[in-house]
């Protein structure tokens, strides 16, 4: 998410991530917004549930690898959609 953030932000709440979301911003296309929050909501919440269920932690390294690999194999997978043929691009200068 802080590829996609023009400054440091954090999210204390659902009403700010919500907020963030549906503000329109000539820099970052909501398509994007919305892959990266899925891709980070379903990891977080998987990550949860492996500690609580099967105490097995990972490392935020590889959570955020794991986000980031999830998001961009979701560009890829997109690429050839309207609308969606830049987004990897913009997913990368955001490195």
Not at 15 to 29: A, F, Q, Y
Not at 40 to 47: A, D, G, K, P
């Amino acid at each position: 998410m802080s590829r996609l953030l023009s400054q440091t932000c954090l999210f204390a709440d659902w009403g700010t991530l919500i907020s963030w979301l549906s503000s329109r911003s000539p820099d970052v296309p909501t398509t994007l917004k919305r892959i990266a929050i899925q891709a980070t909501i379903y990891f977080l919440w998987r990550e949860r549930n492996n500690r609580l269920h099967n105490l097995i932690s990972a490392s935020s390294h590889l959570v955020f690898s794991q986000i980031d690999r999830s998001i961009k194999d979701t560009l890829l997978a997109r690429r050839h959609l309207k609308g969606c043929s830049r987004l990897l691009s913009q997913w990368f200068t955001r490195a």
